[in-house]
């Protein structure tokens, strides 16, 4: 998991990604974003440093990471997962 301070942490785009995609945000319902990102921020493992951080923090930002494109929505069909992942790190082919 990447750690930003006071941001969500966000999973490693995987080698294999031949069938993947970025699933644009902004084409979700309101409340399959909401519940992506509840469900999301919740995940076992994600780290938010020393301070507790409330899930509505946690969520708003996510949702700001979205919004700049410093995050996207990563699919991986044959997996059946949804991640979200650093830009920065997505394969520069994709």
Known sequence: MFN???AASVAPVSAEFESCMIVPFEQLDAS???SLLEEYATREGTEYGERDVDLPEKVASLR????SGDV???FEPG???VNL???QDLPTDV
Do not use: D, F, N, Y
């Open 4 to 6: 930003t301070p006071g």
């Open 32 to 34: 399959t974003l909401q």
């Open 64 to 67: 700001r990471q979205l919004q």
């Open 72 to 74: 996207v929505i990563w």
């Open 79 to 81: 997996e059946e997962s």
């Open 85 to 87: 992942v650093l830009a």
